[in-house]
């Protein structure tokens, strides 16, 4: 790996000291806000002083999301104790890898923007591009069992996201330009008018993304007689992860990203406690590549690459094809509708979630839009939840949910089979109610019970088949029960323990029940590589139980520290097990069989287990009114203890590390701010076996420690300058692909 910390320390203080210069207080009231004294709804439905919530409870407001420069709402989260965020491929990845407590968001973290789910209904991801991130006020992280009053997906926390009210009327407009080409533009207007408000947000992201390197495995034959000097001395040789030989050939071309934002929300007030809201989002990217900007060290005239000969040592078989990606998009839109009634305690709301996605057909630079494969689902949710006062000592909530999946035909490409997902359709309706207690035993101690029931219908799937299978199964029912059981004991108003026992679910995905996927490599490759996955309709619901123990202090007015203990045990969890059957597929191929090439058959099933030990701890420190700094480290072993296979057993689950660490220190005085951030995490693993012990190669996720560096200059009330720098020490690392080195983005804004 390369550090080059030096220059990375240099351009540090040279940002910094260039715009540290006098001015009007500006940045007066932008202090950051360290007391366990803010206020929190989403852990318990109500609102509450995070030192009196018996769980482990952050809080991202809009002016850390300011001052850390995020782009997207999973920059802003990477401050979060127990939260990694992977996004390999800069801005043009939609949906960075994020973890909690080694648990992916989205099918089992559940992500709320204005009480409705972001998850799409389809794949059970989240689309972290969807709001524009100066739309927020706040972000409530909310970690461990969250099913009992919020059903499925809160397997391992919540969430949430609120977004702004206008109170008075403001306008802003900025212009971002930065490494990769990249150009963002953004505009937002709000005020309040009487009982009426509206806040508008735009952000359009143009950007030709970096373009990773492309490798193809290397193979010895008997007739090694080759002298050195030979054909593969054309290319970069480098281990595998599992310590095989791969060759590096090339790069793919750079990856056009065309992304735009759209935000609005709209709020009447009728009085002081009675608010209507209704919100709109939309999401809409489409990438391409530029073909022309291919790196080949390839030479067809001069080496026979597409296959073997028998002079050489060490051959490899590779394709054009191999440099060459299918274009996509994404359309999304979420649409909310609220009512809150603060005095009587009453919330309502609705929403949907609609997803349309799309990529080409096939791996090819000629590929056209008529050549598609078309992912569309939707997401219709209904809530009302109500407090009452029982008695002097027991506060309750009631809730009911309803919530409709739907998961569009998708139409299968009649050729090419190995680069379309297989078509599916299916339905599933969703009815969850809730009741929850607190009952407050005196000023110190409090405990709070609740017990949610879910049922589920599962219905009109329609599973295709590659070989013409077409398959309609049965209709069928599930339920869940999530209790959960916390007691919290208040020492004075400086410090808190709680302990707490939950269980929580998370039910499977259209996409895992109906719609499978066609694996294959270009012509010449084995058998092995080949496989397809069909889709399984009797998926069981994915359940934890989780043990915690935390402790929060206010060391003082300007500390305070929070940590935590936690055991999770998981059971059914989906894996992919290989049936022990053949398919054999018509392709251009027919490598094995003269009616074609032989894949072998998986399936996902829900006989998987798992377990997570993990300790958290986070301190955040106000030096004085212009310095800060926080500093938070998890240590956990999320385990498979029962996979696929024997070898897979008491492995360290895929993709999730072990040890993560974030630190930063932000600086504000008069009209400048700055934050220098940093974020480790351990290596990680992409194998289910944990095979892959090779770091700094392709394929491999390796450890690596980032920094990021902002800073901000109002000249005066109007004008204002930002520079971000990500990856500040230029490091070189691989999370699977390689990782972006050294960027910037520098951005003009004027404020109305």
């Known amino acids: 790996m390369k550090s080059n910390f030096s220059k990375g320390l240099l351009m540090t203080a040279l940002i910094t000291g260039s715009v540290i210069w006098g001015g009007t207080n500006v940045f007066a009231e932008e202090l950051q806000e360290y007391s366990l004294d803010q206020m929190v709804v989403t852990a318990t439905r109500t609102e509450k002083k995070i030192i009196d919530v018996p769980a482990s409870v952050e809080v991202v407001t809009a002016k850390d999301i300011e001052k850390s420069g995020a782009t997207y709402i999973d920059d802003a989260l990477k401050k979060v104790t127990g939260i990694a965020v992977s996004r390999t491929g800069g801005l043009a990845n939609s949906k960075p890898v994020v973890t909690m407590r080694?648990?992916?968001?989205?099918?089992?973290?559940?992500?709320?923007?204005?009480?409705?789910?972001?998850?799409?209904?389809?794949?059970?991801?989240?689309?972290?591009?969807?709001?524009?991130?100066?739309?927020?006020?706040?972000?409530?992280?909310?970690?461990?069992?969250?099913?009992?009053?919020?059903?499925?997906?809160?397997?391992?926390?919540?969430?949430?996201?609120?977004?702004?009210?206008?109170?008075?009327?403001?306008?802003?407009?900025?212009?971002?330009?930065?490494?990769?080409?990249?150009?963002?533009?953004?505009?937002?207007?709000?005020?309040?008018?009487?009982?009426?408000?509206?806040?508008?947000?735009?952000?359009?992201?143009?950007?030709?993304?970096?373009?990773?390197?492309?490798?193809?495995?290397?193979?010895?034959?008997?007739?090694?007689?080759?002298?050195?000097?030979?054909?593969?001395?054309?290319?970069?040789?480098?281990?595998?992860?599992?310590?095989?030989?791969?060759?590096?050939?090339?790069?793919?071309?750079?990856?056009?990203?065309?992304?735009?934002?759209?935000?609005?929300?709209?709020?009447?007030?009728?009085?002081?406690?009675?608010?209507?809201?209704?919100?709109?989002?939309?999401?809409?990217?489409?990438?391409?590549?530029?073909?022309?900007?291919?790196?080949?060290?390839?030479?067809?005239?001069?080496?026979?690459?597409?296959?073997?000969?028998?002079?050489?040592?060490?051959?490899?078989?590779?394709?054009?094809?191999?440099?060459?990606?299918?274009?996509?998009?994404?359309?999304e839109r979420i649409y909310t509708i609220g009512y809150a009634d603060k005095d009587a305690g009453l919330h309502v709301n609705a929403g949907l979630t609609d997803n349309r996605s799309w990529n080409g057909g096939v791996y090819s630079g000629g590929t056209s839009k008529t050549d598609l494969s078309k992912y569309n689902s939707k997401r219709y949710t209904m809530g009302v939840t109500k407090e009452v006062q029982l008695s002097n000592n027991d506060h309750a909530v009631f809730g009911l949910q309803y919530q409709h999946d739907k998961m569009d035909k998708v139409k299968l490409k009649s050729s090419?089979?190995?680069?379309?997902?297989?078509?599916?359709?299916?339905?599933?309706?969703?009815?969850?109610?809730?009741?929850?207690?607190?009952?407050?035993?005196?000023?110190?101690?409090?405990?709070?019970?609740?017990?949610?029931?879910?049922?589920?219908?599962?219905?009109?799937?329609?599973?295709?088949?590659?070989?013409?299978?077409?398959?309609?199964?049965?209709?069928?029912?599930?339920?869940?029960?999530?209790?959960?059981?916390?007691?919290?004991?208040?020492?004075?108003?400086?410090?808190?323990?709680?302990?707490?026992?939950?269980?929580?679910?998370?039910?499977?995905?259209?996409?895992?029940?109906?719609?499978?996927?066609?694996?294959?490599?270009?012509?010449?490759?084995?058998?092995?590589?080949?496989?397809?996955?069909?889709?399984?309709?009797?998926?069981?619901?994915?359940?934890?139980?989780?043990?915690?123990?935390?402790?929060?202090?206010?060391?003082?007015?300007?500390?305070?520290?929070?940590?935590?203990?936690?055991?999770?045990?998981?059971?059914?969890?989906?894996?992919?097990?290989?049936t022990g059957r053949k398919q054999y597929l018509e392709d251009d191929d027919h490598l094995f069989d003269s009616n074609g090439s032989m894949y072998a058959e998986k399936q996902l099933t829900s006989n998987g287990e798992g377990k997570t030990i993990g300790f958290e701890i986070g301190l955040t420190h106000q030096f004085d009114d212009k310095l800060s700094a926080y500093v938070n480290a998890t240590i956990q072993n999320p385990q498979i203890t029962k996979g696929a296979s024997a070898k897979e057993n008491d492995k360290i689950v895929r993709t999730t590390p072990k040890r993560l660490l974030n630190i930063g220190v932000d600086y504000v005085d008069n009209k400048f701010s700055a934050e220098l951030a940093g974020n480790y995490y351990s290596k990680k693993y992409g194998k289910a076996d944990n095979s892959d012990t090779i770091t700094d190669v392709p394929g491999a996720y390796d450890p690596v420690f980032l920094m990021s560096f902002t800073s901000k200059y109002n000249f005066d009330k109007h004008h204002g300058l930002e520079f971000s720098v990500f990856n500040l020490l230029d490091r070189e690392y691989y999370n699977y692909s390689l990782g972006q080195g050294r960027n910037f983005l520098l951005t003009y804004s004027y404020t109305f």
């Open 102 to 331: 080694g648990v992916k968001s989205g099918s089992d973290v559940l992500v709320l923007v204005d009480g409705q789910p972001m998850v799409n209904a389809y794949s059970g991801t989240v689309n972290w591009n969807d709001i524009p991130v100066e739309s927020i006020e706040k972000i409530e992280v909310v970690k461990g069992p969250g099913s009992a009053i919020y059903g499925s997906n809160a397997m391992a926390g919540v969430i949430n996201i609120t977004t702004k009210d206008s109170e008075k009327m403001h306008a802003k407009t900025s212009l971002t330009y930065g490494t990769n080409h990249t150009w963002i533009k953004k505009v937002n207007v709000g005020d309040k008018v009487g009982k009426f408000g509206y806040d508008l947000y735009y952000q359009g992201t143009d950007s030709h993304t970096y373009s990773d390197m492309t490798s193809a495995s290397v193979s010895k034959r008997k007739e090694a007689n080759e002298p050195e000097g030979g054909t593969l001395n054309k290319f970069p040789l480098s281990p595998t992860t599992t310590g095989g030989k791969q060759a590096i050939i090339g790069k793919k071309g750079n990856k056009i990203w065309d992304e735009d934002n759209y935000k609005g929300k709209f709020t009447y007030k009728f009085d002081d406690s009675k608010t209507l809201s209704l919100g709109y989002m939309k999401t809409k990217n489409e990438y391409t590549y530029d073909y022309r900007s291919h790196e080949r060290w390839i030479d067809n005239g001069t080496y026979n690459l597409t296959g073997s000969t028998a002079k050489k040592s060490e051959y490899f078989s590779v394709s054009d094809k191999s440099f060459d990606a299918a274009p996509g998009g994404v359309d």
């Open 416 to 578: 090419d089979f190995k680069t379309i997902s297989q078509a599916g359709e299916g339905k599933t309706d969703m009815y969850g109610i809730f009741f929850q207690d607190e009952h407050k035993f005196n000023d110190k101690v409090s405990l709070i019970g609740a017990l949610r029931y879910d049922h589920w219908t599962v219905k009109d799937g329609h599973v295709y088949d590659v070989n013409g299978m077409d398959d309609k199964p049965d209709s069928r029912s599930d339920s869940a029960l999530s209790p959960k059981l916390a007691l919290n004991y208040k020492f004075d108003d400086t410090q808190s323990a709680y302990v707490s026992w939950g269980r929580a679910f998370s039910a499977p995905s259209l996409y895992d029940m109906f719609s499978g996927t066609v694996n294959g490599k270009i012509a010449g490759s084995v058998q092995s590589s080949k496989t397809v996955v069909i889709p399984n309709p009797g998926l069981k619901p994915q359940i934890i139980t989780t043990t915690e123990a935390g402790y929060k202090k206010s060391i003082s007015d300007k500390t305070s520290i929070q940590m935590a203990v936690f055991h999770n045990k998981i059971k059914n969890i989906n894996y992919q097990g290989d």
